[in-house]
């Protein structure tokens, strides 16, 4: 293959090929004032320039009929190596035959010169070939950048998108009494054992982009535990079988709650949302709810998170169980005590089950990955993207998150640290008397009578103490509400950090009554 080159004012070098001396001659005589000339006597010293000087050549002017390697060999060569795309050919030859005219237009040359030649009329046509080539590479060159921009774009707006989607999990998480462990890990193991068993099974075979999108799909898996109460949600022994009935609802109304967000941009992502959160608890022998699916009526995505579901949840702290080793989880898995799954699934679970225990590689898998696209805070400016149809869009997937936790009726917030600017519930702002959206926060909390002194120094060293080893603080304070009474509150809080700077920090959580 040639070298690349820049297009553009490099292209200074024309390559002209006849083994006939003379014609060389009369062609430099034409073109050396405006172009580096190179020469060559036969097919092969022709090749071997091209290779040397790759796209700095701006068109090469050929002879049919000569030694070594004629015309059409180049010509056979240059397409194989897909050069013929890249620098223009203009074919020269005595031959006044269609037939061989027809073979060089189908090989890939741009015109065709008979000799003898008028040299005004072939520097013409020459120009004329390279202008039209210069063009061509100028509206390549232009539209490869807008598709650059526009990957780097959509890959910002993924990542805006997965803040939102762990900062909403994470909340569901904090109403278990979790830290958040269990979204981070249900991604890495998630992704983990579907990478594996697309290896090892070809009846599986997942794309990487789309084993990374169903991995950040499995984030939203409980996001309808939002609607079930505390009562339910945080009882510490076994469920009634009325409550269990309702605790089984979750995935209904993780679909209700997917269903009112517009996801029209990612329909993929939306589609592996909805069969994750509708589908992850059905079993393969058709005992699980809430469709009683069974076996491959059950979408490959749901199946893989509900055997790490399970899993995660065995070797986790719950308040309605205690810890399980690795090992006796599996056994317990293995067992069937925990419902029966795709066997092929279950071979592979087994054998990619040590991995498990390798921390480091699960951090790794738990963050979510965008090719070409650096790591970014999720406070993105507007001259960060590209356009202010980019921007709108990476404001609506601001607008899910806050359409979630308005559905869900909490008393919600989130705090972005690097814009100073906090974002409340619906019901959050009617209780406090404050906006949807407050900049400076830091300033207006200082200023206002809706902490005590004690209180605001509370929240302040809270937020300055957080850190990547204390994602999550639960504290109380006394809350000036707006009909001007004191009522203590919980307050649930947790940190999303951006993956490189541990500067680049939000904090999600909510309130709920002492």
């Known amino acids: 293959m040639p070298q690349e080159r820049k297009m553009g004012t490099e292209r200074r070098n024309i390559l002209i090929v006849d083994d006939i001396d003379i014609n060389r001659a009369i062609l430099f005589e034409l073109f050396h004032e405006q172009y580096n000339v190179l020469e060559a006597e036969n097919g092969q010293v022709a090749l071997d320039l091209i290779e040397e000087y790759g796209t700095s050549i701006a068109v090469v002017l050929l002879d049919v009929v000569m030694p070594v390697l004629d015309g059409f060999a180049v010509l056979g060569r240059l397409s194989a190596d897909d050069v013929i795309d890249k620098i223009p050919i203009i074919m020269i030859t005595a031959e006044n035959d269609e037939a061989m005219a027809l073979k060089g237009y189908s090989m890939g040359v741009i015109d065709i010169i008979n000799k003898p030649f008028n040299p005004d009329i072939v520097r013409r046509r020459v120009q004329n070939t390279v202008d039209l080539f210069m063009h061509k590479f100028y509206l390549e060159d232009m539209v490869q950048r807008q598709m650059d921009a526009l990957e780097t774009q959509n890959a910002k707006l993924k990542m805006a998108n997965n803040f939102i989607i762990d900062a909403l999990s994470t909340a569901v998480e904090f109403r278990n009494q979790e830290s958040g462990r269990h979204i981070r890990r249900m991604r890495a193991l998630t992704k983990l054992l579907l990478e594996n068993l697309s290896a090892k099974n070809k009846k599986y075979f997942t794309p990487p982009e789309k ?8 984030a939203m898996h409980d996001i309808g535990k939002i609607a079930i109460s505390d009562a339910i949600l945080l009882k510490p022994g076994r469920f009634t079988p009325e409550e269990f009935e309702i605790m089984k609802t979750h995935t209904v ?11 029209t941009g990612d329909l993929e992502y939306y589609r592996y949302c909805y069969d994750i959160c509708r589908n992850h608890h059905e079993r393969w022998d058709g005992r699980g709810y809430p469709d009683r699916l069974s076996e491959d009526e059950i979408p490959l995505c749901a199946q893989v998170v509900s055997i790490v579901d399970v899993y995660d949840a065995l070797t986790s702290d ?5 810890t399980y080793s690795h090992e006796q989880a599996m056994a317990m898995i293995r067992g069937g005590e925990c419902g029966l799954f795709n066997p092929d699934l279950m071979a592979c679970f087994i054998e990619t089950a040590p991995e ?12 979510p990955s965008f090719p070409a696209s650096p790591a970014t805070s999720f406070s993105i400016s507007s001259d960060e993207i590209p356009s202010s149809r980019a921007l709108e869009m990476f404001r609506n997937e601001r607008a899910k998150f806050q359409t979630l936790v308005d559905i869900s009726d909490e008393i919600a917030f989130e705090y972005e640290i690097p814009s100073d600017t906090v974002w409340f519930s619906r019901k959050a702002s009617e209780l406090l008397g404050l906006g949807r959206e407050i900049a400076g926060f830091r300033r207006v909390l200082g200023n206002s009578r809706l902490l005590s002194k004690q209180d ?3 929240v302040f060293n809270v937020v300055m103490k957080m850190n990547r080893q204390t994602p999550k603080e639960v504290f109380q304070v006394d809350v000036m509400t707006a009909t001007g009474d004191l009522e203590t509150f919980r307050v649930t809080m947790g940190t999303v950090f951006d993956n490189d700077s541990a500067d680049k920090i939000s904090y999600v959580g909510y309130l709920n009554k002492a």
Request: with cysteine.
């Open 456 to 458: 605001k120094d509370i």
């Open 318 to 322: 719950r308040v309605y169980k205690p």
């Open 253 to 263: 109304k993780g679909c209700e709650i997917l269903q009112s967000i517009n996801f």
């Open 356 to 367: 498990f225990l390798d921390e480091d590689k699960l951090r790794k898998y738990a963050e």
């Open 211 to 218: 084993i990374e999108t169903i991995a950040n799909a499995s």
